[in-house]
């Protein structure tokens, strides 16, 4: 366990699996293993031993609620919902899986709801950051921007260097179209070490806003080739897929942003994929409302998804 709460998750493991040699029944050793395999993004060992550990004890909330987080995960929304409400209804008062509950629900896009689950899970702990940025992101969704902003301050109030909420923060005022204000703060972001593909891009569209064309494109191929690297390791990763698409849609490199829309509708990603790069095609359109070749394509996601569904 104290491996595991120093990120060392190879070290973790090892002792785990030492434990559990010596007890094969030893239920929260299993969990744990689960939640290293997790924090490993080893979802499906890391499901296999979570539901292991709760065949042993039906009753173990925190397994049943990572459960939850892992199908959140995966976009597999309605098992995520089982299993929150699952470990709800152990422990009411289990905040970290109210919010995660939230997020589900947002993605979802039954935004009421998860305002709902981070409303309550705020009342339980009122300073946790990670639900306070959530409900931003709610608020965001719904366009509702001032209390979206509202929430990311609060959140970097509690955590200064919250740098997911800065992030947030930052695309809130893009959406608003005050680029110079969120340029600040996604600059600050680019310049830690944690850095992605996201990042780069969302400073690209400010500083397209702005009309700085040269940074934008600079921003934009620091994002294309940071995805193109993760795209190369693991082609299979949906979201990073539709990311890149996104990307060269920007630049307007359009027959390989349609490939990859493509590629990834001809490997069945799940509904929840789709979704969520239509969703991003529709926030560069509210950033951009005549970007080109943006609406054909929510077009195109929009109608595969719904043959699909059919």
Not at 38 to 60: C, K, Q
Not at 156 to 174: H, K, M, S
Not at 198 to 224: C, M, P, R, V
């Amino acid at each position: 366990q104290a491996y595991l709460s120093m990120n060392r998750y190879d070290e973790a493991l090892t002792d785990f699996n030492r434990a559990i040699e010596l007890n094969p029944e030893y239920g929260w050793a299993i969990a744990s293993r689960g939640q290293a395999y997790l924090s490993m993004n080893r979802y499906d060992e890391a499901l296999t031993d979570f539901n292991r550990a709760i065949e042993l004890n039906p009753e173990l909330d925190w397994a049943i609620a990572n459960t939850g987080k892992i199908h959140q995960l995966m976009k597999r929304h309605e098992e995520a919902l089982t299993d929150f409400n699952r470990a709800i209804e152990l422990d009411p008062k289990l905040d970290w899986a109210i919010a995660n509950r939230g997020v589900t629900y947002g993605s979802m896009q039954r935004y009421e709801e998860a305002l709902t689950d981070f409303n309550r899970a705020i009342e339980l702990d009122p300073e946790y950051k990670w639900a306070i940025a959530n409900r931003g992101v709610t608020y965001q969704s719904m366009q509702r921007y001032e209390e979206a902003l509202t929430d990311f301050n609060r959140a970097i109030e509690l955590d200064p260097e919250y740098n997911w909420a800065v992030f947030q923060r930052g695309r809130t005022y893009l959406l608003q179209h005050q680029y110079e204000t969120a340029l600040v703060e996604l600059k600050a972001i680019v310049t830690n070490d944690d850095v992605d593909d996201w990042d780069y891009y969302h400073k690209g569209l400010a500083h397209f806003g702005l009309s700085q064309t040269e940074n934008a494109k600079s921003d934009l191929a620091q994002a294309i080739q940071l995805a193109k690297e993760s795209y190369e390791k693991d082609p299979t990763n949906h979201q990073n897929t539709l990311n890149l698409a996104l990307y060269y849609l920007v630049v307007r490199n359009l027959s390989t942003a349609q490939k990859l829309y493509q590629t990834v509708l001809n490997k069945n990603a799940r509904s929840g994929y789709i979704q969520e790069a239509i969703q991003d095609l529709q926030d560069l359109l509210a950033i951009f409302p005549n970007y080109p070749k943006a609406k054909e394509m929510e077009a195109f996601l929009r109608s595969a998804l719904k043959e699909r569904e059919n």
